[in-house]
Structures are given as structure tokens and as C-alpha cells.
């Protein structure tokens, strides 16, 4: 707006401004009852102001064109239905013209033909006025930055009776300031751009204009249901599965997902080739939900009949049973054998305990390069859901696995130096070499801490040191349970250690088992077996020392040395609790780089032996 | 009568030696001290090449009209969800709840920047739910003009909970940027013009906040709602919705960045030059001292009528 006023506006030093002041003092006050109030502009008065401060406001042409436009719509001439023309919206062709005469703007009228209760400019207003206490508005003024503006005052005074009487007047301000405007000759300088009067073949391209973001943008796209054109009829990576109904229906392969809670989201669908571990919660009134929810059931997990691919005559996959198995309500796991077809139904037994419910479902999806499914084979565990063990935890997995894959793929911690966050290769020692297991799990592992905390009693849950990750958890002994000590001591060490304890652990992710040069033993300190007294183990440290190997770009994690550091008690074990008789077992996990660090600078200063710092050139090299 | 300095003006005396002498050893190295110890002089007193400097912007800075609400309706874990996101509503099932929400921006100074965002939203419950915790998440388009053109989308997140059930929820804050490392000085910046939550994915793990604020967090440019003082206000009557108001200011940023070329060479330039002129003026000192007194042997040349062959 300035930059469009520049070339009109005759800007005056202070100096003149004086001396404007002198000539312009006559203070031109209009008389209340001359100017005669035109009630059918007050309404479009009302929409457009916003700013009073400013004469940009709008008010309505002579009222002929005010009444075509509210009753354009109802007369009878126009036909029924609203015809598409190309006209702009406003029936009338065009907007009203700005009112500017300070005199004649009231913000604050908001009722038509009706006093507003302190709007001293609302003409309405006639002997209310008495009841006024004072003015919501006091000044209606034009454009500050003009040296000159109108400005229309208010102000309440009152009558000998006590009763209030309304002052008002229009008069010239003086604006002192260096840069106001004396003249200027280009008045939408000072006003809104006139906008685009939108018609039927403007509106969408006004639309994407003005709103970029609404309510509503967001919409469902009928990726899912229908088969996207693409030249690939198979899955691809992160597809969504389509299942077939029994009627031919499609629907999604649903995998239960927590969602922004822990809350299981039965709606959540699984990727293609996007290997899922999910665990979530379910809220369940026993009693109402064992027999009728659907997500205890294990049918709802078995009878999915997949799609092998997205063509729409692709072949249909059952979800095959692969195992079952029971779990008791203490924990011990047995496998059921069920016919093909058969199910078992989650059944309330008393009012707190329901059987057969799924407590975890995996799935292996082997699929083929072509993107189609080859088959689906689902292993479940079903078990006893107490009362007491609410809110039930229901575990999901899905894997995926090649067609050609005949044996169990491998899993590397890393190709070759290991990743951190995977977990470290360990294996055992024969004459051919290093055995090592394929189930991930089976590696070096550390005790987790449970929740009863005794060392030597309940299940205990371990999991796999992951490379890099420092770990610390341990449990209690209580010192009645130590007084057989070397019974004590062989189990305490099974339980910090775990079964299947290794003898060696590979240097790099991906070492082979025949090379059993690329394995470090684990090194071990204590004197257990052959110490003369028995003692007890009270703390289990891993200490592992890896270095990086190789260039500075990509270093890889090498396992140089790995040493199992075996705490015993050398004093009496009631001195050590301190007389609380429960005596703290730790185990531990610490991972030390050893590698000497790269250092920053030169390789070598050729030239520059002055010892400057590397960065003195620093915007030139 | 009384004499007066009428005029003067200074008087050039050339000294002349040979290339092999004290005297062009001496000159080279008064030569190197005056235009090499300012830049050392400069340098060793910090701050000689400039590596970050600011500016101030008010960001433009339009709400993109996402949503995703998170309310627990009771101390055991149940919960009300909605979003902006037709997948994720339809996820929720049971523990979908509409609300109504009204939204304004404003631009209050008329400069065509606006500068903040009014949200209302009520959310209706059930006799016997209350509200206990609250997790809001809202989309912006966050853009920057003035050195380097920033688009990019961030996000506010506000949560709040209390032991106490409460009827409404006043938020007023201001929407800031927060920057690890410094913009560049010029150029388009739109690495994270991506949406923050990816509103088409049928996928639970993609609505996931633990997910979306992570992936978020790991972000050299964020924007973070400060809110000092949120309010809760206890006591909903039964049957009213809980109300959730956020006033969300959109104000200037003071932005880092780091110089370009002829920024950095500028600054260093002034700070080389205002060393190096009292090092000339020591230096010219010296050098007058030493060949005037004619420490070194040098041929001056007389002064009036230097005789050339």
C-alpha cells in the first residue's frame, strides 16, 4: 500500500506543518440534526468494520441496489433452482463503495432502528440518551497518517436535571508528525485493493488462492479397496494385504497394533515385507467379553483367507495352523494337537477366569520374487486370563520369509563390524569349530530384573546383550535361602549366567563359525570351582572392549577382547546386608572403546610449519 | 612585526640503499611485522572470522488444519481419541469421540503476517467420564523469507494431566523455533517441508506420538509451543463438554545463521584493517627514527633538487 501512495503523496517537513496548523485551526463542527441518518446502510456498516481507526470500511450504495440484494432470491421472477451463469456472486454486479465521512461511521450500532445502550454515534438514539453513562466510543477518526483528518467526537455531558446530553462534533485533527501525508491525489492508495468479485468460473482457482489449509482436506483415497494401476500385479513393500471373504468380500489383513495408547487398534493393517513385533493391551470385562470378543478368539487369527497377489483373479491363501500351544495360568507352555479345522474356543470357566484365550500370534508370510504369496502359517498361544491379570497383553508378529529360503536365514549383528542395538554372536566350541545357534535369542544374554527380585525362585526372563548397549539389573538373596552355600552358589551363577552360557563370541557381526580364529573366549577370572571355601557369587560384570577397525568414513566395531569379572563374598554374608537379610545380586554389562580417537587437523603441514590453527582460512578453504 | 606561519607542507626524503644490505633486511622485515601481527593480533583476540549471526524475522506461519486429540476419560486408562485423519478415526472404533472445534487467525497489525492462531475445541462425554489428561497435537506451515527460504511444516504438542477432572483447558503460548545448528545464509531450505504426520498411511505405528514427536525431535529446525502457565480449571458440570482453549501467538524469531562469504571477509576485513592502522603508525615511527638517525647506513637524497641522471 505505501509503495503505491510513494509516487502520490507530498510529504512536508514540520516546518510547514506549523504552519498548516495555523491555517487549518477552524474546527468545523457539524450540526447533529443536519445530516440525516440513512438507516439501510447501517447494515452492511456493521459487517465491514472492523477497524474504525481506519476509513477503509464500506457501507452500501442508494438503498435500491441494498434491496436487490436481500430480496433477489425471494421475488418471483427468478426461477427456482439457482442456475450456474457466470455472473459474480452479488447479484448486484458489484461492491459497495467506501464511506470515508468520519461522521457517518458508527462501530458500534449493532442494532437497526434501535438505540445501542452507550453508542453515542448511533442515530437512533434520541431521548435514550439520558440514561447514557458514557460513551463506548469517544473518537471516530480518518487515516492517522494524514497531517489532517476528520475526526468525529463524542462526548456525554449532563443537564442541570442530572440526566445525560450527548456532545458531538466533527473536527480537523492536526497531525504533527515529520513524514505525514499533506496531499495525495491516489486514494486506493489508502484503501484495500479491490478484491475479485468471485463468479461460478473463478471460484475454484479463488479457492485454491486464498485457502490453502481447511477442515476436511484430509481424504480417505480408495487406495485400499481398488487395485492401483501399476505395472506390478504383486505386493510391493509396505502394501496393504487384501483378505477374501467368504462371499467373495474383500477386506484387509489386520495385524492388532497399539495405537496412540497402548491400547490394541484391531484396525491396523500389515505391510507387505515389513516385519512387525507388536505387543498391546486389552481392557475386558471377563465375564461379558471370554466368550463374545472376537479378538480373544483364535478363529479371528486362523480363518483369513489371503489374496497371493493384487490381481483381481489372484489365487486365495489360507492361513495355515502351524502349531498351537497352551499356556497354564503358572506359566509352562505345552503343545496342543488340533485337527485341520479345528478350534478352540475361549471359554469362561468361573466368573474370573476364561480359557483358550490368545495371549500371542505369529505369522510367517513366505512369499515369491513376483510379489505374490506363496502361503501363511500362524502359530498361537493360547492361555488362562484371570481377573486379577487385567488388562490382558496380547502379543503380534509377522515375518516374511523367501520362497527359496530352504533353511533358516542366519541373522547377522552387522556386516562386518556390528551394529549397535543388535545382539552379540556367541557360540559354543567343538573340534570342527564354533557352533552357534539360529534363533537370535540364543546368544549372550543378561537376568532382568522381575518383579518378586528373588534370585533364586520364579521364572526368570532374560534378554540378549545388545552391542553397545551398557546394562545394569539385578535381584535379592535372602540370607535363609543361602545356608546350603554351595547349592546356592552353582544355582545364583546359573541364573546370573543363563543356560546354554557361551564360551566365545565373534570378533565382527558376520563371522563364520568355521574360522574360529575370528572368536574371542570369554575370559573368566574367578576361582570358583577351585576355591576352598564356598562362597557366593554377588555380582556378574561383562566387560567387553571393542575397537573401530578401518577407514575413518566407515568404521566397523570389532570385539577385541571380552572378560567376565565374578564377584564372590570374601567376609561373612550377614556383615554384607548390613542386618537386613537381603543381600543384593547385580549383573552388569559394559561395553569400553579402546580404539585411539581421530583426531581433527592436517595430515600433515607441508609449508605451513608456523603452527597456525586449521581453521585460520576458514571461508577460503 | 610579528612573523606568522603562513603555510606549510611536509617534505619527502628519500633514503636509497642497495639490495644487499641491513637496511632492505631491516625494510622486509618491518614490512612483514605491519601487515602480518595485525592479522595474528586480530585472529588471537577471537571472534576474527564470524560463524553465526542473527537476524530477526517474524515467521509467516498458517495452521494447516490437522488435529489429533488424546483424552483419558477415567484413572483406569480409558480414553477418547480424534483426528484430522479419516484413517486414524476410523482405527479408534469405540473410543472415537467428535468434538467440535473452532479455529480463527488473526492478523492483528494489518501487515499480512498473521499472528496468532485462536483454537477452541469441546469435547462432549458420557455421564461417566471424566476428563484427566489431555494430549493435543496441531500442524503448522512455518515459513521463513528474509536470509536463507525456509518452508517447512512443524508441530505444537501440548499434554497436560492432573489427578483432578477438570472442564477446561487454557493454553497461551508462543509458537518459537528452536534451531540446533545455524540456516544457511541464503538458498531454499525445505528439508522438512514433509508432513509431520503422515495423514494417509492406514498404519497404526504411523499415528503412534511416541513415533511422530521422535521423528520430530530429531529435526535441526523444530517449533515448540511455550507455555508457561497452562490452566485447568476443575468442577465440569455433568452433561457440559470439556473445553480445551489455546491462544497460540505466532511472534518475530531471532534466527541464526551462518555468513556468507563477503560477510565473513567484511567482518574481518574491519577488524584487520583498525589493527594493522596502528601498526603502520608504530612501524612509520620507527622506520623514520631509524633511517633519519641513519641506524642503518643508508644515501639519503637531499631534499629541493634531486639530482637524476
Known amino acids: ?621 | 612585526m610579528a612573523f606568522y606561519e603562513v603555510y606549510s607542507h611536509p617534505a619527502v626524503i628519500r633514503y636509497k640503499t642497495s639490495v644487499c644490505t641491513k637496511a632492505t633486511v631491516f625494510l622486509v622485515a618491518v614490512l612483514c611485522l605491519t601487515y602480518i601481527s595485525p592479522l595474528l593480533v586480530a585472529y588471537r583476540s577471537q571472534g576474527f572470522w564470524i560463524k553465526r549471526s542473527t537476524y530477526e524475522e517474524q515467521p509467516v506461519v498458517r495452521f494447516q488444519y490437522q488435529t489429533l486429540l488424546v483424552a483419558a476419560t477415567s484413572t483406569k486408562g480409558d480414553y477418547v481419541a480424534w483426528s484430522t485423519f479419516p484413517h486414524f478415526n476410523n482405527m479408534q472404533g469405540a473410543n472415537l469421540r467428535i468434538p467440535t472445534v473452532s479455529v480463527r487467525e488473526e492478523d492483528e497489525n494489518h501487515d499480512g503476517k498473521l499472528d496468532r492462531l485462536i483454537f477452541r475445541l469441546q469435547l462432549p462425554l458420557k455421564p461417566e467420564e471424566q476428563v484427566y489428561s489431555v494430549q493435543l497435537l496441531l500442524t503448522f506451515s512455518y515459513q521463513l523469507f528474509r536470509m536463507s527460504t525456509v518452508l517447512m511444516q512443524s508441530l505444537a504438542y501440548v499434554q497436560y494431566s492432573s489427578s483432578v477432572p477438570g472442564a477446561q483447558l487454557f493454553i497461551s503460548g508462543d509458537l518459537r523455533l528452536q534451531q540446533r545448528t545455524p540456516l544457511p545464509h541464503r538458498g531454499l531450505y525445505t528439508v522438512y517441508n514433509v508432513s509431520v504426520v503422515d495423514g494417509s498411511s492406514p498404519f497404526a505405528s504411523a499415528y503412534d506420538l511416541v513415533n511422530i514427536i521422535g521423528a520430530y525431535q530429531d529435526r535441526n529446525l523444530t517449533t515448540v509451543l511455550s507455555c508457561p502457565g497452562p490452566v485447568w480449571v476443575v468442577g465440569r458440570a455433568a452433561g457440559s463438554p470439556f473445553q480445551l482453549d489455546a491462544e497460540i501467538r505466532y511472534p518475530m524469531e531471532i534466527i541464526s545463521y551462518r555468513p556468507g562469504f563477503w560477510e565473513t571477509v567484511k567482518f574481518a576485513w574491519i577488524q584487520y584493517v583498525s589493527v594493522l592502522l596502528v601498526f603502520l603508525w608504530v612501524f612509520r615511527r620507527i622506520q623514520t627514527f631509524v633511517f633519519q638517525n641513519q641506524v642503518l647506513p643508508t644515501i639519503p637524497v637531499p631534499l629541493g633538487k634531486p639530482h637524476f641522471s
Open chain 1, 1 to 621: 500500500m505505501l509503495t503505491k501512495m510513494a509516487t502520490s503523496i507530498t510529504v512536508v517537513c514540520s516546518l510547514l506543518n506549523l504552519l498548516c496548523l495555523l491555517l487549518l485551526s477552524v474546527a468545523a463542527t457539524t450540526d447533529e440534526n443536519s445530516t440525516k441518518y440513512d438507516s439501510n446502510s447501517s447494515v452492511l456498516v456493521e459487517q465491514n468494520v472492523t477497524y474504525f481507526a481506519y476509513t477503509d470500511s464500506f457501507t452500501t450504495l442508494p438503498p435500491d441496489s441494498t434491496t436487490a440484494v436481500t430480496h433477489g432470491y425471494s421475488s418471483t421472477e427468478d426461477p427456482g433452482p439457482p442456475s450456474l451463469s457466470a455472473d459474480p456472486l452479488p447479484l448486484s454486479g458489484r461492491l459497495p463503495s467506501p464511506v470515508t465521512d468520519v461522521g457517518r461511521l458508527c462501530p458500534c450500532d449493532e442494532q437497526r432502528d434501535l438505540c445501542d445502550v452507550n453508542c453515542c454515534c448511533d442515530r437512533d438514539c434520541g431521548e435514550e440518551v439520558a440514561l447514557f453513562t458514557g460513551c463506548s466510543i469517544h473518537t471516530v477518526s480518518g487515516n492517522k497518517q494524514l497531517c489532517s483528518q476528520d475526526a468525529a467526537h463524542y462526548t456525554l455531558g449532563s443537564t442541570v436535571d442530572g440526566l445525560s446530553e450527548l456532545h458531538s462534533s466533527v473536527q480537523k485533527e492536526i497531525n504533527n508528525g515529520i513524514f505525514c501525508i499533506q496531499s495525495h491525489n491516489y486514494v486506493e492508495g489508502l484503501s484495500f485493493a479491490p478484491p475479485v468479485l468471485p463468479t461460478d468460473s473463478n471460484f475454484d482457482s479463488l479457492l485454491n488462492q486464498f485457502a490453502n489449509f481447511i477442515f476436511g482436506s484430509e481424504k480417505i483415497s480408495g487406495k485400499l479397496s481398488s487395485v492401483e494401476h501399476q505395472a506390478s500385479s504383486g505386493y510391493q513393500y509396505g502394501d496393504v494385504m487384501t483378505t477374501a471373504g467368504e462371499n467373495g468380500e474383500r477386506g484387509m489383513f489386520w495385524l492388532p497394533a497399539p495405537g496412540v495408547t497402548t491400547d490394541c487398534l484391531d484396525l491396523s493393517p500389515a505391510a507387505f515385507l515389513q516385519e512387525q513385533s507388536n505387543s498391546c493391551s486389552r481392557r475386558l470385562v471377563l465375564d461379558q467379553d471370554c466368550g463374545t470378543l472376537l479378538a480373544l478368539n483364535m478363529i479371528t487369527y486362523t480363518n483369513i483367507r489371503l489374496l497371493a497377489s493384487k490381481k483381481k483373479d489372484a489365487a486365495v491363501v489360507a492361513v495355515e495352523v502351524a502349531s498351537v500351544i497352551q499356556q497354564s495360568l503358572d506359566g509352562t507352555q505345552t503343545e496342543v494337537q488340533l485337527d485341520v479345522g479345528e478350534n478352540l474356543r475361549a471359554v469362561l470357566l468361573n466368573p474370573d477366569l476364561c480359557a483358550n484365550v490368545v495371549l500371542e500370534v505369529g505369522f510367517v508370510v513366505k512369499y515369491n520374487p513376483a510379489g505374490e504369496i506363496m502361503n501363511v502359517m500362524a502359530s498361537l498361544v493360547l492361555g488362562f486370563v484371570h481377573a486379577d491379570t487385567l488388562p490382558l497383553e496380547q502379543k503380534f508378529h509377522i515375518k516374511y520369509v523367501q520362497e527359496i529360503a530352504e533353511e533358516v536365514a542366519v541373522h547377522h549383528s552387522g556386516n562386518p563390524g556390528y551394529v549397535v542395538g543388535l545382539p552379540l554372536v556367541s557360540g559354543k566350541r567343538t573340534a570342527d569349530g564354533i557352533i552357534r545357534s539360529t534363533d537370535p535369542r540364543e546368544t549372550l544374554t543378561f537376568l532382568r530384573s522381575a518383579k518378586d527380585q528373588d534370585c533364586l525362585h520364579g521364572p526368570h526372563q532374560r534378554s540378549p546383550i545388545l552391542f553397545g548397549v551398557d546394562v545394569l539389573s539385578g535381584c535379592t538373596l535372602r540370607l535363609e535361602d543361602a545356608a546350603n552355600c554351595s547349592l546356592v552358589s552353582q544355582v545364583l551363577l546359573g541364573v546370573l549366567r543363563g543356560q546354554n552360557y557361551p564360551q566365545y563370541v565373534a570378533n565382527f557381526g558376520s563371522s563364520p563359525p568355521n574360522n574360529p580364529m575370528d572368536w574371542v573366549p570369554i575370559s573368566n577370572n574367578s576361582k570358583l570351582e577351585e576355591a576352598q571355601t564356598c562362597s557366593i557369587p554377588l555380582s556378574l560384570h561383562l566387560e567387553i572392549e571393542w575397537t573401530k577397525y578401518g577407514s575413518l568414513l566407515n568404521p566397523q566395531a570389532q570385539i577385541v577382547s571380552i572378560k567376565e569379572v565374578l564377584q564372590t563374598n570374601t567376609s561373612d554374608l550377614a556383615l554384607l546386608t548390613g542386618g537386613s537379610s537381603l543381600l543384593t545380586v547385580s549383573s552388569s554389562v559394559t561395553f569400553t572403546p579402546v580404539s585411539a580417537a581421530a583426531l581433527p587437523g592436517f595430515r600433515a603441514l607441508p609449508t605451513l610449519d608456523a603452527k597456525l590453527p586449521f581453521e585460520f582460512f576458514f571461508p577460503f578453504v
